[in-house]
């Protein structure tokens, strides 16, 4: 069964970084998209950045701020996250699209912005 394992979360201060990892069981050149959501308490799961092919895409919120990458020997997306702020606080999920097939989840990662 494919799994996607994340990795990375953690407490850290309002300007500090931080860098998730997603992890996959399978080679990842098998997914045509992957990419990071993440949900705050009481609002709904939003887009944060997807990688498709050799091209990125990045929620308003985090432009400038947020890079996703794929290391396809790893089998691993990351997502590096700079100038944090508290309002980027949320459990972070990895998922991964396979043509023809249900979109697949990691279980989450805790990310909060607090002093």
């Known amino acids: 069964q494919v799994q996607l394992v994340e990795s990375g979360g953690g407490l850290v201060q309002p300007g500090g970084s931080l860098r998730l990892s997603c992890a996959a069981s399978?080679?990842?050149?098998?997914?045509?998209?992957m990419g990071w959501h993440r949900q705050a308490p009481g609002k709904q799961r939003e887009l944060v950045a997807v990688?498709?092919?050799?091209?990125?895409t990045y929620a308003e919120s985090v432009k400038g701020r947020f890079t996703i990458s794929r290391d396809n020997a790893k089998a691993t997306v990351d997502l590096e996250m700079n100038s944090l702020k508290p309002e980027d606080t949320a459990v972070y999920y990895c998922?991964?699209?396979?043509?023809?097939?249900?979109?697949?989840w990691g279980q989450g990662t805790q990310v909060t912005v607090s002093s």
């Open positions: 990688i498709r092919g050799g091209s990125t």
């Open positions: 399978v080679s990842i050149t098998i997914f045509s998209a």
């Open positions: 998922y991964a699209d396979r043509p023809f097939d249900v979109r697949l």
